[in-house]
């Protein structure tokens, strides 16, 4: 009897037809997060700055969750594109089952400790108030987040962008209606404005994962039994959490840098603290061409390397690079001429116009260089070359980004201008460095490991 025929790769898709949908998917997500803040906008600017100063901490969480799912979407894409679909299906079910725990977990520990993280920024006491009762609601339902972000990462992985993105609409329109409803609708008074906004995203959450579980069984034909939350093969386990703990403690790394800064921001004031918040949400818009792009970059590199096409992946990242870096200053350049308008709809108050407006002309210089270390940083990650981009972002956030922020920022008086050209620092360097390291081919050794296992 003939031997069975070995398995056939299953060829990654292409690039736009993985990346715009990721675009729309951020996208919608990003402008719920405006929305969320045109409308608390209206209530004050302590209610901003409270309730985005928690939304930091939850995105230290939700950049825990996303590492992880990264570490599963490369791992999964390993074995789709050397041809082992069942393989990769396990490893969906170990993703899944390891991100509810995760959730679980870190939703139980956020709960007594959401006071002392808040006055860790040094959150004055007007949106301490608003802040505190919106971070407990949402611990509460972290382990439905953490199980999204699993889902999610199995379904990009199998070329299924487009349904996440439809599931995120979803998700998206649940959360807004229900701000909306929580701030001025019969239950206002009842919701307490921050209890209300929460527990329209605690809501949001339940319907996404509702609707990725019936996706999930139905695209890839994924199905959890109840002894797969407590069988996670040991195997398995060790290589999500291989690529999933550095890129963990990568995002971790930068986030602290980042709390630190803001917390210079708010001793500068709640005018400054709100002018941080306020930029910050245009330039999670600014961002998006470049995270998409780094993202479906990951997941063909991740097919490309699995099939152990080295020489192909080299030369798809550089090519993306080069997309990249025009869409980037493209998108600084929307962000520095329509920015301030957005501003405008968000708070009247003058010092806080002016600098924003400074603020966002300064992404003409951030953002190409961000997309240096999100297209570089994703492709080696993929590539399975994951301690470089650690060792590099370790150093750099807290000397570079940190350290230089309070000597520009505060030391010398900057401002809030001296903590954004640390910023810039930050990011061109690393960039540049990574860029080294991919033309230098340091990471062939690591991508060969990758491929055999």
Do not use: K
Not at 293 to 316: P, Y
Request: charged content about 10%; glycine content about 12%.
């Amino acid at each position: 009897m003939s031997a069975p025929p070995p398995p056939r790769p299953v060829p990654p898709p292409t690039l736009w037809r993985l990346a715009w949908p990721i675009f729309t998917e951020h996208l919608l997500h990003v402008s719920t997060g405006v929305v969320a803040t045109l409308m608390v906008g209206h209530l004050s600017d302590g209610a901003v700055g409270g309730l985005g100063s928690a939304g930091q901490v939850l995105w230290l969480l939700m950049m825990v969750f996303g590492a992880l799912a990264v570490g599963a979407s490369t791992v999964i894409s390993h074995h789709l594109g050397r041809g082992d679909t069942e393989g990769a299906r396990r490893l969906a079910r170990g993703a899944v089952a390891t991100s509810l725990w995760l959730g679980g977990a870190i939703g139980l520990a956020l709960l007594p400790a959401a006071p002392w993280l808040l006055r860790l920024v040094q959150l004055p006491p007007g949106p301490m108030s608003h802040a505190l009762p919106y971070l407990q609601w949402m611990a509460a339902t972290l382990f439905l987040e953490s199980m999204n972000f699993g889902l999610s990462a199995a379904l990009r992985a199998h070329g299924a962008t487009r349904t996440v993105m439809v599931v995120m609409a979803l998700q998206n329109a649940v959360n807004a209606g229900g701000i909306a409803l929580a701030l001025h609708g019969p239950w206002a008074d009842w919701t307490a404005h921050a209890s209300g906004v929460a527990i329209a995203g605690a809501a949001s959450r339940a319907a996404a994962c509702a609707a990725l579980w019936w996706a999930a069984s139905g695209r890839i034909g994924l199905r959890l039994r109840w002894a797969d939350l407590w069988a996670i093969r040991g195997d398995d386990l060790r290589r999500l959490l291989a690529f999933g703990v550095p890129a963990t403690l990568q995002n971790a790394s930068w986030f602290g840098a980042f709390m630190l800064v803001t917390a210079l921001s708010a001793r500068m004031g709640e005018g400054p603290l709100a002018t941080q918040n306020y930029v910050m949400q245009v330039a999670s818009l600014v961002i998006l061409f470049s995270a998409a792009l780094s993202q479906a970059s990951e997941l063909r590199v991740g097919r490309l390397v699995g099939a152990g096409q080295r020489r192909a992946a080299r030369d798809e990242v550089l090519r993306n690079l080069r997309l990249a870096l025009p869409l980037a200053t493209l998108a600084a350049l929307a962000g520095g001429v329509l920015g301030p308008r957005v501003l405008a709809a968000f708070t009247t108050t003058p010092e806080v116009l002016h600098t924003g407006a400074l603020l966002l002309w300064l992404g003409l210089l951030l953002e190409p260089g961000r997309a240096f270390n999100l297209v570089l940083g994703a492709s080696l990650r993929a590539a399975g070359d994951l301690r470089y981009a650690l060792r590099l972002g370790l150093v750099s956030h807290w000397l570079v980004m940190a350290g230089g922020g309070w000597l520009l920022g505060t030391r010398l008086g900057g401002g809030l201008l001296g903590l954004w050209c640390a910023f810039i620092v930050d990011e061109w360097l690393r960039g540049l460095l990574l860029l080294r390291r991919w033309h230098g081919l340091g990471w062939v050794r690591a991508a060969r490991l990758s491929a055999r296992h």
